[in-house]
């Protein structure tokens, strides 16, 4: 039996594995769970449902936050419970969720105008 590998073989078998290795990467996210997507002016997701505790899911979940608020009159950044990020991505805090991820266009059942 011969044991020499011919130069195609190296390179097909060469590649193989970062190729595996990046389509594992790509398909990582197709499972995740994210909040709402965003939708027309809604900008970024800015909570990471998979890094947040059960409790800090259901606070969300009982509050029916999502990250674009269906009446632009009441998204995040005109309510009183809302503090901006430090970058432009339209993310920020809420007081309501602990200090927890929110975006600035989003919206929940405890939306109180900035007084």
């Known amino acids: 039996m011969n044991s020499k590998m011919s130069r195609r073989a190296v390179l097909l078998h060469s590649l193989q594995l970062p190729l595996a290795g990046a389509a594992f990467v790509a398909l990582q996210g197709c499972g995740q769970k994210a909040e709402t997507t965003s939708a027309a002016g809604g900008g970024a997701v800015c909570a990471d449902l998979n890094a947040m505790s059960d409790a800090e899911q259901s606070t969300r979940k009982s509050l029916n936050y999502v990250e674009a608020s269906p009446a632009p009159s009441q998204v995040c950044a005109g309510c009183s419970f809302f503090h901006p990020g430090p970058t432009a991505g339209g993310c920020g805090t809420c007081d309501m969720f602990s ?12 939306w109180s105008a900035k007084g």
């Open 99 to 110: 200090g927890g991820p929110v975006n600035s266009h989003g919206h929940c059942n405890s």
